[in-house]
């Protein structure tokens, strides 16, 4: 005999999660408050935040970012899908990784990566920038900066 339950549970977990959740999060993020954050350079005087200050003072658009995460891979896919020029910094291939996410922490209220800079000032991770995108506003906020954007055919 067949547990029905132990069918349809799993079933309609799997509709939640692959259909409904999506357009849940499109349109209502609870994390999607957060205003992009000045960054308090003084609040840290090392060389690994003279570091960063200095690669997000060089380009409209700076992600801070690791090979091998996904989170990372998702938030360039992004970037690319809308065609904004950015520079990625992969920290995991800088000898002061450790140390360079501990500035993080201290400048940002973050360690995790992707960190992505707009204009100077960081605006969060992967799903800050899911969030502002969905609600229409990287763009903008990646033109305000002074961002250029790749031609399209």
């Known amino acids: 005999m067949v547990c029905v339950p132990c069918i349809i549970i799993p079933v309609l977990l799997w509709v939640f999660h692959k259909y409904i959740q999506p357009l849940i999060l499109k ?74 996410q501990e500035a993080f922490k201290t400048l940002t209220g973050e360690r995790t990566v992707p960190r992505i800079f707009i204009g100077g000032k960081c605006v969060g991770g992967n799903s800050d920038a899911c969030s502002l995108h969905n609600q229409g506003k990287l763009v903008t906020l990646c033109k305000d900066a002074g961002a250029t954007f790749k031609k399209t055919d």
């Open 27 to 100: 349109f209502w993020n609870p994390w999607s408050k957060k205003e992009a954050k000045t960054i308090d350079w003084d609040s840290l005087k090392t060389e690994e935040s003279d570091y960063i200050k200095k690669k997000v003072n060089a380009e409209p658009v700076v992600l801070f970012s690791k090979t091998t995460c996904s989170f990372c891979s998702l938030t360039k896919d992004l970037l690319n899908e809308i065609g904004v020029n950015y520079y990625v910094e992969e920290i995991n291939e800088n000898e002061n990784c450790e140390k360079l």
